[in-house]
Every structure is written in structure tokens, then in C-alpha cells.
């Protein structure tokens, strides 16, 4: 497999540093080839190397987001461009994905689900892992219905509030039991569904037959 090269930009060098060590090219064909503190610094250094992906800090000092990502992609119009960031509100996942990002990863993703969405944008799509536009959220939600998955009253509402965007402590909040429970309900949606993570049990809900 090709190896997919990021350049990174984010003002903390703690950050980019951590990244540079999760992914090595040897090892996981992802690699950091390059990195800005600022927009201003990207619009310069990243004409200095070949990448396919460019890794966007929502939060930077100067600037706001909307304004950020579009110096960048004006800049770099043919090269996708995923927003790395430690904020999860669905708010911000719906204006990048308008703005025309192809990616929205949280910081505290695990390994794998950052190397799938990265894949995923290497083949020209586009992973929001939890938020989704209207008519894609209606697509799930027939999706999961289906009787042939066998899905109790209480594991379709879960999933629900998992596909619009909500982690599990905030689904046992509207669901009035303990997030133990909720878990326990994911963990048993993703065996009827055969997958490890929650991130695959969206996807394979978007392109199931039934969809």
C-alpha cells in the first residue's frame, strides 16, 4: 500500500511531535512530511514537500476556523484537507463539512480509526465519523431498522444517538441509565454487525445493501 504522506498544522509542538511517533512509514504507511504552527508558516513550508493530505488544528491562534481552512484550501485546492481536532461538537464536524473538509478526526482517536479515515479520504471519500447530513442520517436510520439485524427497542435508540453524534456518557444522560449499559449495548451492535469499533459500525451502515 502507498504510503499517505500528511503535512500537519497545529501550534503545539507537543502535538505534532506525539503524531510524528503514532505513525511511521515503515511501519503503518502514514507519515508526517511535513508541519506549520501557523496557516501563515503553511502557506510557505508546504510548497517545500510532496504530501497528499493536509492536517488541519481546528483551533489555531490567528484566525478562526472557517477563515483558516479557506487561506488553505484556496492555497492547496487539489489536496484534501482533514480537520485534527480535540473538539467534538456535531456544530463544528457540520461547518467543515460545508466548508468542503474531507475529514474530521478527534485527537483522543484511537490508531485505528485515524489510519480508516485517512484511507477513506486517500480514496476520494469523505469520513465524518460522527456527524452525517440529513439525507445520509435518514440512510442509517433506515438501515439499522432493518428486522433482519434483530436490534431491540433499546439497542436502535443507542445507535441513534450514536449516528447523530453523541458519546456514550451523553446517551446514557438521555436514556436515564449508566454508561456501563450503553456500552454494553454498543459492544453487542457492533457483534450483530461484525465490527471492532464504533467509527466501522457507521460505515458499514452507509454502505449495506439495504441503504
Known amino acids: 500500500m502507498q504510503t499517505i504522506r500528511l503535512f500537519y498544522i497545529d501550534d503545539h509542538h507537543v502535538t505534532r511531535s506525539g503524531l510524528r511517533t503514532v505513525f511511521r512509514a515503515s511501519r503503518d504507511n502514514i507519515s508526517v512530511v511535513g508541519e506549520a504552527k501557523s496557516v501563515q508558516e503553511a502557506l510557505t513550508d508546504a510548497r517545500k514537500c510532496t504530501f497528499d493530505i493536509i492536517l488541519l488544528d481546528l483551533w489555531l491562534p490567528s484566525g478562526d476556523p472557517i477563515k483558516n481552512f479557506s487561506l488553505i484550501h484556496t492555497a492547496f485546492p487539489s489536496h484534501p484537507i482533514v480537520i485534527y481536532t480535540g473538539d467534538?461538537?456535531?456544530y463544528w464536524q457540520r461547518k467543515m463539512y460545508s466548508a468542503g473538509a474531507f475529514g474530521y478526526i478527534?485527537?483522543?482517536?484511537e490508531k485505528t480509526e485515524i489510519?480508516?479515515?485517512l484511507e477513506q479520504v486517500m480514496l476520494g471519500e469523505k469520513c465524518f465519523p460522527n456527524f452525517r447530513p440529513e439525507n445520509e442520517f435518514k440512510k442509517v436510520i433506515d438501515a439499522y431498522r432493518d428486522a433482519k439485524f434483530k436490534l431491540s427497542e433499546e439497542e436502535q435508540q443507542v445507535l441513534g444517538f450514536l449516528v447523530d453524534g453523541y458519546q456514550s456518557s451523553v446517551i446514557a444522560e438521555k436514556l436515564a441509565v449508566h454508561v456501563s449499559t450503553v456500552d454494553k449495548s454498543l459492544r453487542r451492535i457492533r457483534k450483530k454487525f461484525n465490527v471492532t469499533s464504533n467509527i466501522e459500525l457507521v460505515k458499514v451502515l452507509l454502505v449495506m445493501d439495504s441503504v
Open 106 to 109: 478527534d485527537k483522543e482517536a
Open 88 to 90: 467534538k461538537t456535531t
Open 115 to 117: 489510519r480508516l479515515i
